[in-house]
Nanobody, 116 residues
Framework: QAQTVESGGGLVQPGGSLRLSCVHS????????MAWYRRPPGKERELVAS???????KYADSVTGRFNISRDNAKNTMYLQMNSLKPEDTARYYC??????????WGQGTQVTVSS
């Protein structure tokens, strides 16, 4: 059974950096698109960044220039390098995976807290 697991969250001071990882396992199907979403406290879930199998990348305006998304197709792994973190980046970050059949898998999320 396919499984998606995030890691790398934590507490960081404003201006600091974190690197999130997402591993998708247990499926023989190819991955079409991977993405990071986040849900800030008291707000709706929002798209942070996405990356397709051909490295077509999109970022939310709020993170452009600060975050960098990448993936290792051989390892079915996606990363999110987050720099110059701000308190408003505080959220639970979720990994989203859609395979070549259109099946979607979500991770349980990893908490990122930006605070002094």
């Amino acid at each position: 059974q396919a499984q998606t697991v995030e890691s790398g969250g934590g507490l960081v001071q404003p201006g600091g950096s974190l690197r999130l990882s997402c591993v998708h396992s247990g499926s023989r199907l190819g991955i079409k698109t991977m993405a990071w979403y986040r849900r800030p406290p008291g707000k709706e879930r929002e798209l942070v960044a996405s990356i397709t199998g051909t490295d077509n990348i999109k970022y939310a305006d709020s993170v452009t220039g600060r975050f960098n998304i990448s993936r290792d197709n051989a390892k079915n792994t996606m990363y999110l390098q987050m720099n110059s973190l701000k308190p408003e980046d505080t959220a639970r970050y979720y990994c989203y995976v859609i395979n070549t059949l259109g099946n979607v898998s979500w991770g349980q999320g990893t908490q990122v807290t930006v605070s002094s």
